[in-house]
C-alpha cells in the first residue's frame, strides 16, 4: 500500500492534473528523502505530440517529476508545510534509456543540502530496476 495517494499528495505540493507527474509516494523520510511512482500511461496528454506513433516521454517531464517527488520531501517538514519548492536548476542530467507507455517509473529523489530558502537535490528514475534518468536538481523554496 502507499505512504500517499494522489490525492494526499496535492495536500503538500500544488501540481494539478495535467502537470501532476507522481502517483504516489511510497516512502518519505520528511526533510531527506522520497520514494514516488509515476505509472505511465498511453493516454498522457504529451504523448500526442511526443512523438506521434512512437511515444516517448519526454526527458524533462522525467526530470520535472523528480523534482516534484523531491518537494514532497522538502515540504514536509512542518516548519515548511504549505510551502512551494520552486525549480531553480538543473545539473548533471544525463538520460540513460527511454520511458515508455505502460512503464512505472520509479523516482527516487534524495535531498544533499539546504541553506536558507535554498535546497539541493538528486534524482533517479528508474524502470524494472534501470536507471533511466538522473540529474542533481535545484530547489527554491517559497
Excluded at 132 to 140: K, V
Aim: some cysteine.
Amino acid at each position: 500500500m502507499s505512504l500517499y495517494t494522489a490525492k494526499e499528495i496535492m495536500e503538500i505540493i500544488p501540481h494539478r492534473y495535467p502537470f501532476l507527474l507522481i502517483d504516489t509516494i511510497e516512502e518519505l523520510e520528511p526533510g531527506v528523502r522520497a520514494l514516488g511512482k509515476k505509472c505511465v500511461s498511453v493516454n498522457e496528454p504529451f504523448f500526442q505530440g511526443h512523438f506521434p506513433g512512437n511515444p516517448v516521454m519526454p526527458g524533462v517531464l522525467i526530470l520535472e517529476a523528480l523534482a516534484q517527488t523531491g518537494a514532497v520531501a522538502m515540504l514536509s517538514v512542518p516548519e515548511r508545510k504549505g510551502g512551494t519548492a520552486y525549480f531553480a536548476g538543473i545539473s548533471k542530467a544525463r538520460f540513460r534509456q527511454k520511458v515508455l507507455p505502460g512503464d512505472v517509473l520509479v523516482l527516487e529523489t534524495s535531498i544533499v543540502k539546504v541553506k536558507g530558502p535554498m535546497g539541493v537535490g538528486y534524482g533517479v528514475a528508474s524502470v524494472n530496476g534501470k536507471a533511466a534518468a538522473e540529474a542533481e536538481l535545484t530547489f527554491a523554496l517559497g
